[in-house]
Nanobody
Framework: QVQLVESGGGAVQAGGSLKLSCTAS????????MAWVRQAPGKERDGVAA???????YYADAVTGRFTISRDSSKNTLYLEMNSLKPEDTAMYYC?????????????????????WGQGTQVTVSS
C-alpha cells in the first residue's frame, strides 16, 4: 500500500492562498487516481479535486476556479494550489489514492473510492 505524506497547511485570512503537497512513497501516478479530500468539523469527507493517470482532472463546484490540482511524477508529489480562500474552506485536507481507477469511472467526491490516505494537513481560513 502506498504511503502518503501531506504538508503545506496553515492559517490564512480570507482571500489568501496556500499550496498543499503530498509526497508518495512510490510512483503512484501511473497506477492511481489521486485526490485531495477535505473534512470540516462535524461533516463527512468530500473530494474537492482529483487527477488520474490520464491527466484528467475533476473539481468540486465549491472550488472550481480557485483550486488547481497538479502533479510532478519525477518527485512522486501531488499538489493543491488554493487561491481566494474562504472561511468555508477550513478543514483537514487529506491526500488520497485510488488504485487502478480513472475519473471517468468513479465518483471523485466520494471518500469511499479511495483506499490509501495520508495523515492530513489542517487549513484554517479566518474572515
Amino acid at each position: 500500500q502506498v504511503q502518503l505524506v501531506e504538508s503545506g497547511g496553515g492559517a490564512v485570512q480570507a482571500g489568501g492562498s496556500l499550496k498543499l503537497s503530498c509526497t508518495a512513497s512510490t510512483n503512484v501516478f501511473a497506477k492511481y487516481s489521486m485526490a485531495w479530500v477535505r473534512q470540516a468539523p462535524g461533516k463527512e469527507r468530500d473530494g474537492v479535486a482529483a487527477i488520474d493517470r490520464f491527466f484528467t482532472t475533476y473539481y468540486a463546484d465549491a472550488v472550481t476556479g480557485r483550486f488547481t490540482i497538479s502533479r510532478d511524477s519525477s518527485k512522486n508529489t501531488l499538489y493543491l494550489e488554493m487561491n481566494s480562500l474562504k472561511p468555508e474552506d477550513t478543514a483537514m485536507y487529506y491526500c488520497a489514492a485510488a488504485w487502478g481507477r480513472s475519473i471517468a469511472t468513479m465518483s471523485p467526491t466520494s471518500a469511499d473510492e479511495y483506499n490509501s490516505w495520508g495523515q492530513g494537513t489542517q487549513v484554517t481560513v479566518s474572515s
